[in-house]
């Protein structure tokens, strides 16, 4: 994109003025042509006025010294205009050479013109607009009476390479003919006048609109530019929200999108650094146990020592791999960043298969692990597979893990409209009603479990990104009840 483009003044400026160019190019072709039409008007009204009163003057027959008197008169303008004596215009005016007159008698015979009058106007006329005299007898004068119905009235002729508007009128008692026209270039150059003196104010005015505009969208802009200096003054460690001040209500989203945003960014570093500094507290123990069993293996005589040193380094290492998984698992179910790949699955089927990976570990201590669902139920739902795999995994081994050898562990799953409730039941020793609460802590871990104490921590986010609900209830077995409720159908947590 042009360096132009990306500016929101110059983009506005140019859509405006182009917007108002073609407005005025619009205004000025409509008053040009409505002053062209009323020129026309006009001068063929002043030509029709013209006739009917040089025809009302001479109805009767003119001598041949008052013709002449009359002849002499009206050369004069013409005597003026060759001689440049009127040079201020007080005796005539230029345009007096494009406007001419004839008053002809019945047989078309000159009887007096104007001195710029062409010769031989009205058989011209009859020449140019394709008429014949009638030729069977009749005299002149009754030829042109004849012709009468088609000479009178406006013309456009040309003569001399001029175009001349002619109007010509006829005395149907005296059977004279007054024609009387102008050059079609008088109306050219007064409608030329007309539009210049219309467009030279538009033309003035267009550059200052033009500056008008420019300051005017520069105002308009100052809250953006404010809020874009706020944003650069900012300092790159500072995320709090952006005080703009009074903005206008185009702006306002955009200003709570930035406050939005900062407060996720916000909300991000403040779990990276509690998970950095959770990951740290968590393997300093477990990696001081490792270097103390490395140097106990090395540093052990027996043999015997040496190889349990190594195996409680195993043991270690074991552990550690564990916690690690494990953060890695609750960052990555992290509300704020995870991605669900929602789809719909048969939690009956889905549990079957995550029990079948799972029953070595109890077989390993000797535990009865069962699931009880009425096979008729409708187990559908829309679920996260991946994340519902981690939340069974983490509560069946804690389950394994608590419930003591030769136990039952049992999982049942519960349809209800709306939902459906999966229950994990054990035989194990139980949790103290008051310490429930602190299981969902991380790293709380009760009793001596070798865990991480972050499983519940994790079934818990699975549980919020899916909308659904956890509690801890006296099992019937004697020992612990995970029961988590899951909705069939739901938004996921963004």
């Known amino acids: 994109m042009p360096k132009l483009w990306r500016s929101i003044r110059a983009r506005l400026l140019v859509l405006l003025l182009s917007l108002l160019s073609l407005a005025m190019g619009l205004i000025s072709h409509k008053i040009y042509s409505d002053s062209s039409h009323e020129v026309e008007e006009l001068f063929d009204a002043q030509l029709a006025q013209t006739s009917r009163v040089l025809m009302g003057l001479v109805r009767h027959e003119l001598s041949a010294e008052s013709r002449h008197d009359l002849q002499t008169a009206l050369d004069e303008a013409l005597l003026l205009k060759n001689s440049n004596r009127d040079l201020d215009g007080l005796l005539g005016h230029h345009y007096e050479s494009k406007l001419a007159f004839q008053m002809l008698d019945d047989n078309g015979e000159l009887v007096f013109q104007s001195a710029s009058a062409p010769k031989g106007l009205l058989s011209e006329m009859i020449a140019q607009l394709g008429l014949t005299l009638p030729d069977n007898g009749l005299t002149q004068s009754e030829r042109l009476t004849r012709l009468a119905k088609y000479l009178v009235g406006y013309h456009t002729l040309t003569l001399d390479q001029h175009r001349w508007r002619v109007f010509v009128l006829h005395n149907s008692l005296d059977h004279h003919w007054v024609l009387v026209g102008e ?40 809250p953006l530019q404010r809020m874009a200096e706020a944003i650069k003054a900012r300092a790159p460690d500072n995320l709090s929200p952006l005080l703009f001040g009074p903005l206008p209500h185009e702006l306002e989203p955009m200003g709570s999108a930035l406050n939005r945003l900062l407060m996720q960014v916000n909300q991000l570093l403040d779990q990276e650094k509690r998970f950095i500094a959770d990951a740290a507290h968590e393997l300093r123990t477990p990696l001081a146990v490792l270097r103390i069993h490395a140097q106990n293996a090395l540093e052990a005589p027996d043999p015997d020592d040496r190889n349990e040193a190594l195996r409680q380094l195993g043991g270690g290492v074991e552990r550690a791999t564990r916690v690690v998984a494990q953060l890695l698992t609750l960052a990555r179910l992290d509300p704020n960043v995870v991605q669900l790949a929602m789809r719909e699955l048969d939690l009956l089927d889905f549990v079957r298969n995550e029990l079948a990976e799972l029953i070595p570990l109890a077989l390993d201590r000797e535990q009865e692990l069962s699931l009880h669902a009425a096979e008729h139920a409708d187990y559908h739902l829309l679920a996260d597979g991946p994340s519902l795999g981690t939340l069974l995994q983490n509560l ?66 699975v549980v919020e990104l899916h909308r659904g609900s956890i509690s801890l209830n006296d099992s019937p077995l004697g020992g612990l009840e995970v029961a988590v409720r899951l909705p069939k159908t739901r938004t996921p947590v963004r």
Do not use: C, H, M
């Not at 109306?187 to 200052?208: F, N, T």
């Open 396 to 461: 069946i081994s804690n389950a394994v893990q608590y419930t003591p050898p030769g136990g039952s562990i049992q999982v049942l799953l519960e349809d209800e409209p709306d939902a459906l409730t999966v229950r994990i039941q054990d035989s194990g020793p139980g949790v103290p009603q008051a310490q429930r609460a602190k299981l969902f802590e991380r790293f709380f871990r009760l009793g001596t479990g070798q865990g991480a104490g972050l499983g519940l921590s994790i079934v818990r986010r």
């Open 183 to 222: 050059r079609e270039d008088v109306r050219g150059e007064l409608s030329d006048k007309i539009a210049q003196r219309s467009l030279q104010p538009l033309l003035i005015g267009l550059p200052i609109l033009a500056l008008l505009l420019w300051l005017a969208v520069g105002w308009g802009l100052q």
